[in-house]
């Protein structure tokens, strides 16, 4: 599955929430992680400052739905 800018997925070794920022070569990914829900749910939907996040391949990322 591909994902597009805008998808939140989730980071499978992590268990991280994550906003798709851009779309790389070679099924790379870069995301900016998400607050988790259960910690701040009015602010789960807001990406974290961009050095917070990183580059992922993309069978490393499932949907969230």
Known sequence: MAFQVGDTVMIKDLGRRALVTAVLPESHYQVEYLP???ED???RDSPM???EGGVYLIDD???VT
Do not use: G, R, T
């Open 61 to 63: 990322l499932e949907p």
């Open 49 to 51: 400052p961009a050095e």
């Open 36 to 38: 988790d829900p259960a």
């Open 41 to 43: 749910p009015v602010e």
